[in-house]
T-cell receptor
Framework: NAGVMQNPRHLVRRRGQEARLRCSPM?????VYWYRQLPEEGLKFMVY????????ESGMPKERFSAEFPKEGPSILRIQQVVRGDSAAYFC?????????????FGSGTQLSVL | RKEVEQDPGPFNVPEGATVAFNCTYS??????FFWYRQDCRKEPKLLMS???SGNEDGRFTAQLNRASQYISLLIRDSKLSDSATYLC?????????????FGKGTLLTVNP
């Protein structure tokens, strides 16, 4: 499967723990986007990364959330000290060059549940 | 005002019915417009792009009115498999043209 791969599919954490969500973009894609979908809400942009660079993190909460896309390996969305309000579906998407008319390919998402 | 606003739904229609979804967007600098579908909290999948001249793909017709900042999707002869949440999506213009803004979605259930 050469699509966008996210893991884990489901992640359960207790309040105060850390959550790490992984995203491997499609082969040949160097642009990664993270979106969050809260229950009964639309997807909200969080962050846009290229290899080793954060291009736009305007949608990231100011605290506890961070993202990276290292030269080697998947993109990681990290949530420290999770709270119940972090429970959501987190979707990653990738594109080849970040151009206006490029199609984004979405992964299957990680469903985070905070107990 | 929400950036992308859709019919709240849900829509319940019998097989074979015609159903229309409406959407408005607030950013007049938006560049590109799409309809996505999402099944049971799975990943959103692109259904079709929306062009100013209007475009059709089989049973699906999309329209865009830039002056009114309005987008629509028409589904004719609906099938059971059309049951999903339909997302109106807008791509911003200018320096943020990589960013997609999603509406909350409208749930469609097609009944036998």
């Amino acid at each position: 499967n050469a699509g966008v791969m996210q893991n884990p599919r489901h992640l359960v954490r207790r309040r105060g723990q850390e959550a790490r969500l992984r995203c491997s973009p499609m082969k040949g894609h160097s642009h990664v986007y993270w979106y969050r979908q809260l229950p009964e809400e639309g997807l909200k942009f969080m962050v846009y990364l290229q290899k080793e660079n954060i291009i736009d993190e305007s949608g990231m909460p100011k605290e506890r959330f961070s993202a990276e896309f290292p030269k080697e390996g998947p993109s990681i969305l990290r949530i420290q000290q999770v709270v119940r309000g972090d429970s959501a579906a987190y979707f990653c998407a990738s594109s080849e060059g970040g151009l206006t008319n490029e199609k984004l390919f979405f992964g299957s998402g990680t469903q985070l549940s905070v107990l | 005002r929400k950036e992308v606003e859709q019919d709240p739904g849900p829509f319940n229609v019998p097989e074979g019915a015609t159903v229309a979804f409406n959407c408005t967007y607030s950013n007049s600098a938006s560049q590109s417009f799409f309809w996505y579908r999402q099944d049971c909290r799975k990943e959103p999948k692109l259904l079709m792009s929306v062009y100013s001249s209007g475009n059709e793909d089989g049973r699906f017709t999309a329209q865009l009115n830039r002056a009114s900042q309005y987008i629509s999707l028409l589904i004719r002869d609906s099938k059971l498999s059309d049951s999903a949440t339909y997302l109106c999506v807008v791509r911003e213009g200018g320096g943020s043209n990589y960013k997609l803004t999603f509406g909350k979605g409208t749930l469609l259930t097609v009944n036998p």
